[in-house]
């Protein structure tokens, strides 16, 4: 296995991400507990899974001593809503290059109030953004900037995952419980999710499952295989599960009726793309059995609240 590196200077402090029960009757009904770690507490800009993920790329940006960081994302885009706000804070400028055309949303706002130069890509020339050698012009129009995969992906996004394993392993006593089965979570590209397994595979090598947020198609299988074995990993222990319903980023009444019943239960807030959907998929298995009774599972909430704005109108529409 790889070594782990400390946490990274960039690392957010993870003593604001409580670790909270959850009462929600589809649980007590199965006798599964569920403890949800709110790293969308974490900060109101940089919130949830997403500065892990930047944390080792700023801290390679910085080594390197690049002015400004290039980032990919759609016009709702978590991930570039971080960076943006991540190189504002830290001093970088900051470069997104969107999917589609040129739209305003609330995210985009806010991406060009925290400095960041867009360039829309239309849709064709985003597609482009696998192919080898597609960061080198935006490198050559922007020198000395530091390219971030989409969705702050890759080892770097992975290993700043990690420490979350031994942090949650502290903060158990603080619910009463010596120890949990398992961890569940909404997966996009994978990254968080092989973060955990890398996390645990140095403790206890719980299981990691990855609600996966858009169709198994995507390919997010083949990338979390070929992370843990950059990262060493001999026996991990993680299992995908479709929780994408009728597509990614599409989402129906029956997401809008669960975010605002969960949200009446519990206080926690979800968004419609990610974490509802992660948490509705665990709704289904805890009911039909596949957790013995007196399981305790850690749901982590990997934030994404800033999308909702842009899906709120839809939300409301959808229950009415
Ligand atoms: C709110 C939210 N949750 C979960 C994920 C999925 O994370 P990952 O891409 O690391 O699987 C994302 C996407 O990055 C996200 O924005």
Redesign the pocket.
């Known amino acids: 296995m790889t070594s782990l590196p400390s946490s990274s200077a960039f690392s957010p402090d993870l003593a604001l991400a409580p670790l909270h029960v959850v009462d929600l009757p589809w649980l007590r009904a199965a006798a599964v507990q569920l403890a949800v770690l709110r790293l969308d507490l974490i900060d109101p800009a940089l919130s ?3 500065w892990f ?1 930047l944390a080792h790329h700023l801290e390679a940006a910085s080594a390197e001593r690049a002015s400004g960081l290039i980032s990919l994302g759609g016009p709702h885009s ?2 570039l809503h971080a960076l943006a706000a991540a190189a504002a804070r830290y001093g970088f400028s900051s470069v997104g290059l969107l999917r589609g055309h040129a739209q305003r949303t609330p995210t985009v706002d806010d991406l060009e109030s925290y400095g960041m130069q867009l360039h829309w890509l239309g849709y064709g020339g985003y597609r482009e953004r696998h192919q080898l050698g597609f960061f080198d012009t935006w490198r050559e129009r922007y020198p000395n900037h530091y390219c971030v995969p989409e ?1 702050g ?1 890759g080892l770097s996004g992975t290993l700043g995952c990690a420490p979350l394993v031994a942090h949650v392993q502290e903060k158990l006593a603080t619910l009463g419980w010596t120890d949990h089965d398992g961890w569940w979570l ?8 092989a973060g955990l397994v890398i996390g645990e595979a140095g403790q206890c090598a719980r299981r990691v499952y990855g609600a996966l ?1 858009g169709p198994p198609s995507h390919g997010v299988s083949h990338e979390v295989e070929r992370l843990l074995i950059q990262a060493d990993i001999a026996h991990p222990n993680y299992q995908l599960i479709d929780a994408s319903r009728a597509g990614f980023g599409r989402f129906d009444a029956e997401v809008a009726a669960f975010i605002l019943e969960t949200e009446a239960a519990t206080d926690v807030p979800l ?1 419609p793309v ?2 509802a959907k992660a948490m509705m998929a665990l709704r289904f298995h805890v009911a039909r059995g596949y957790f013995p009774r007196g399981a305790r599972l850690v749901f982590v909430h ?3 609240l800033q999308g909702r704005r842009a899906a709120q109108a839809q939300l409301n529409e959808l229950l009415r």
């Open positions: 949830g899974n997403k993920k978590n991930h969705g992906s909404a997966a996009g590209t994978g990254t968080t999710l947020a968004d990610y974490t990997t934030g994404g």
